[in-house]
């Protein structure tokens, strides 16, 4: 696999490829990699001719000073996972590479996607993801990018990214379901924050998310998200929200036919996290 650390190595490895007609599929990460961010490389390299990776955590996009000095950082693992799983390249950049001296931060506009659940919790997050992520496209200039279903309102977001840039010509967004545990908690990197007490509740959430798909269609949404937001309170969770929403838009269901999806976002001590399921 190969290593690069600048844009401009990575960009000349990315005209080759287009000049040479190979289609790249491109897997954006923080690093601190588990098997959901492993089966988004093996969904790229089933449909590319090179998968390129990419570890950088993003300042901009943390709106809690605390959660990017805590945001783990295991490369070394992650390079040899990275190698196993048959990662043709990874660009693992300094900061002063993605945003050089004199870089202009632009405003996306992201409606209603901005102030609506993790929009509202995370003031200004999204704004840093499609500013990372933009980048990211212009210097790997992949056909194909590949994101995990747990992030499902980035998911969203970025399609949004990709029409208001115009990349939605260029590049094809393939959403890949969430990888579990096998209990069934949603995998992620900050569960390596938790501690063993923490891990062992953290499937709550997964479990509160299940009862509410159970319920759907037999008793009123509001009245299911409230019982799994008091649900999760009861076991020591810092609840932000459980809502119910359509899995096209995340705007208000209007009836039990339109496709549905249950998000959840909750705190255990200082580790958030978030999980959501498709409902029908
Ligand atoms: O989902 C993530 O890991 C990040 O938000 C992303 C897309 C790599 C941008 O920093």
């Known amino acids: 696999m190969l290593l690069f650390k600048t844009a401009g190595d990575v960009l000349e490895f990315s005209l080759l490829q287009q000049n040479q007609q190979k289609s790249i599929g491109f897997v954006p990460t923080m690093g601190a990699l588990h098997d959901g961010h492993l089966a988004l490389i093996e969904a790229s390299k089933m449909s590319n001719d090179l998968t390129v990776c990419s570890i950088f955590v993003n300042p901009t996009q943390f709106n809690n000073p605390d959660d990017f000095k805590h945001y783990p950082i295991t490369i070394e693992k992650d390079i040899k996972a990275l190698e196993a799983a048959g990662a043709d390249m990874l660009f693992y950049p300094s900061v002063a590479e993605i945003y050089p001296a004199g870089w202009q931060k632009k405003h996306y506009d992201l409606g209603y996607l901005e102030t609506i659940l993790e929009g509202a919790f995370r003031p200004g997050h999204f704004q840093g993801v499609c500013e990372v992520v933009e980048r990211l496209l212009d210097i790997v200039m992949p056909a194909n990018l590949y994101m995990g279903q747990k992030d499902f309102q ?3 977001v970025i399609k949004r990214l990709l029409s208001i840039t115009g990349k939605d010509q260029s590049v094809k967004l393939h959403i890949i379901p969430t990888y579990r ?6 995998m992620s990197s900050r569960n390596m924050r938790l501690n063993d007490a923490h891990r062992q509740l953290a499937v709550e959430i997964s479990k509160a998310l299940e009862t509410v798909k159970q319920g759907y269609g037999k008793h009123p949404g509001g009245e299911l998200t409230a019982a799994a937001k008091k649900h999760l309170e009861q076991k020591g969770f810092g609840v932000d929200y459980v809502e119910i929403a359509s899995a096209e838009e995340l705007l208000p269901v ?27």
Do not use: H, P, W
Request: hydrophobic share 45%; proline share 0%.
């Open 154 to 156: 980035q998911c969203m």
């Open 181 to 186: 545990e096998t209990d069934g908690l949603a």
């Open 254 to 280: 209007t009836g039990t036919k339109e496709k549905a999806v249950v998000l959840a976002a909750a705190s255990l001590g200082s580790v958030r996290l978030i999980d959501n399921l498709l409902l029908n």
